[in-house]
T-cell receptor, first 114, second 113 residues
Framework: AQSVTQLGSHVSVSEGALVLLRCNYSSSVPPYLFWYVQYPNQGLQLLLKYTTGATLVKGINGFEAEFKKSETSFHLTKPSAHMSDAAEYFCAVSSSGGYQKVTFGTGTKLQVIP | DTGVSQNPRHKITKRGQNVTFRCDPISEHNRLYWYRQTLGQGPEFLTYFQNEAQLEKSRLLSDRFSAERPKGSFSTLEIQRTEQGDSAMYLC???????????FGPGTRLLVL
C-alpha cells in the first residue's frame, strides 16, 4: 500500500522568494517518487523524479527535491519563485516493481505574488 | 515522439447518455493507464493495460465503465448511463518498457448535466 500527503493545499510566495512544497509518503516497498506540475485545463508535466542513487534530484525550471528516507519526505524547492511557477503541484509515489501505478497527493496550488 | 493525445478534450453530456473517450499513447509504449481527477483532488488510478491485456482495475471502475485496448495501441474508455458524479477530468498516461516515468496526455474533461 502507498499513500502521499501534501501539507498545504495553497501556498503563496512573493516573486523571487524561496518555494517550498512539502510531501510525505508511505510505501511498503522501495518507492519511486515524482513531482508533477499541472497548469489550468492541462495534463500533468513531470518536474522531477527519484528512483535510486543520489537523493538530491534536479528537475526542470530550476526545481529540485531531496529524498529523505528517515523522514519519508520528498519536499520540492526552488530558490527563487517566478510568476510562471504559479500552478498546481502534485507529489506522487509508485512502487519500484509491479504495475507501477501512481498514487498522487491532493495537490498544492502555488500562488506567486508580484 | 508526439506525446500522449486524448480526444475529445471536452465533452458535455446529459445524464443517462453513454460517452467514449480515446487515448493514443506515445508510440511503442506498451503500458497504458487511465486516471480520473475530480476538482481539487489529485488523479486517482482507474485501470492499467500492458499491451492489449487489462491487468488491473480499481474499485472506482464501476460496472458502467469499460476500457479496451484492442490492438495494444490506442485505448478507449466508455462510460454507460452517465451520472453527474462522473463529471471529472479523465487522464491517460503511457510508459515504455522498464522506464519509470508515466507521460500524461492533456485529459478529457467530462461534464454531465
Amino acid at each position: 500500500a502507498q499513500s502521499v500527503t501534501q501539507l498545504g493545499s495553497h501556498v503563496s510566495v512573493s516573486e523571487g522568494a524561496l518555494v517550498l512544497l512539502r510531501c510525505n509518503y508511505s510505501s511498503s516497498v522501495p518507492p519511486y517518487l515524482f513531482w508533477y506540475v499541472q497548469y489550468p485545463n492541462q495534463g500533468l508535466q513531470l518536474l522531477l523524479k527519484y528512483t535510486t542513487g543520489a537523493t538530491l534530484v534536479k528537475g526542470i525550471n530550476g526545481f529540485e527535491a531531496e529524498f529523505k528516507k528517515s523522514e519519508t519526505s520528498f519536499h520540492l524547492t526552488k530558490p527563487s519563485a517566478h510568476m510562471s511557477d504559479a500552478a498546481e503541484y502534485f507529489c506522487a509515489v509508485s512502487s519500484s516493481g509491479g504495475y507501477q501505478k501512481v498514487t498522487f497527493g491532493t495537490g498544492t496550488k502555488l500562488q506567486v505574488i508580484p | 515522439d508526439t506525446g500522449v493525445s486524448q480526444n475529445p478534450r471536452h465533452k458535455i453530456t446529459k445524464r443517462g447518455q453513454n460517452v467514449t473517450f480515446r487515448c493514443d499513447p506515445i508510440s511503442e509504449h506498451n503500458r497504458l493507464y487511465w486516471y480520473r481527477q475530480t476538482l481539487g483532488q489529485g488523479p486517482e488510478f482507474l485501470t492499467y493495460f500492458q499491451n492489449e491485456a487489462q491487468l488491473e482495475k480499481s474499485r472506482l471502475l464501476s460496472d458502467r465503465f469499460s476500457a479496451e485496448r484492442p490492438k495494444g495501441s490506442f485505448s478507449t474508455l466508455e462510460i454507460q448511463r452517465t451520472e453527474q458524479g462522473d463529471s471529472a477530468m479523465y487522464l491517460c498516461a503511457s510508459r515504455g518498457g522498464l522506464a519509470e516515468t508515466q507521460y500524461f496526455g492533456p485529459g478529457t474533461r467530462l461534464l454531465v448535466l
